[in-house]
């Protein structure tokens, strides 16, 4: 999963260096700050919802489907866990994945964009659970970049919900 989504990453790259594509910013509408910040609040209940709704799933199958947290990863601090699975994957994540892979791919349309994109996340989380879990997510988070015009949204919604479940277990 993680090679099929660099490979994305990488072939959009390839594509905007043989063809001189430019990366198509998503459309700037004229939102003020108060509908942005609405637009944010509901994607955060649709995505608190498709986590609800996945954890189900994965409660239900006894856990079969989702990978458990490595022993070493518990041993780690709050702070030093926060950093590497909220912070830096938002950031990360967030510019790859919708900056660059979306941005690439919105010239075939929305929804082109946001499959492929959504799928190439989605993949490179590498267990079915998540698999399924960031696509959905994926898809969310091109809707909201695509209607505020800013990744910041994004990045920070994923930071919020990876950093829910650093926080949860402490």
């Known amino acids: 999963g993680s090679l099929v989504a660099n490979g994305g990453l990488l072939g959009c790259y390839w594509l905007t260096k043989q063809?001189?594509?430019?990366?198509?910013?998503?459309?700037?509408?004229?939102?003020?700050i108060k509908k942005k910040m609405s637009l944010l609040?509901?994607?955060?209940?649709?995505?608190?919802?498709?986590?609800?709704?996945?954890?189900?799933?994965?409660?239900?199958?006894?856990?079969?489907l989702s990978v458990p947290m490595d022993m070493d990863e518990q041993k780690l601090s709050i702070g030093w866990m926060m950093i590497m699975v909220a912070v830096f994957p938002a950031l990360i994540e967030e510019f790859a994945f919708r900056k660059v892979i979306f941005g690439?791919?919105?010239?075939?349309?929305?929804?082109?964009?946001?499959?492929?994109?959504?799928?190439?996340?989605?993949?490179?989380?590498?267990n079915i659970i998540q698999i399924v879990f960031a696509f959905g997510m994926g898809l969310i988070f091109c809707y909201l970049y695509e209607r505020t015009g800013s990744i910041v949204y994004c990045m920070l919604l994923h930071f919020i919900n990876?950093?829910?479940s650093v926080a949860l277990p402490y």
Do not use: C, E
Request: charged share 10%.
């Open 162 to 164: 990876n950093g829910v």
């Open 41 to 64: 609040g509901i994607s955060l209940i649709v995505l608190l919802l498709w986590n609800s709704m996945i954890s189900l799933v994965d409660t239900v199958t006894g856990h079969v």
């Open 104 to 126: 690439v791919m919105r010239q075939y349309g929305f929804w082109v964009a946001a499959m492929f994109s959504s799928s190439m996340f989605g993949l490179m989380h590498q």
């Open 19 to 32: 063809k001189n594509l430019k990366m198509q910013n998503a459309p700037r509408y004229s939102f003020d």
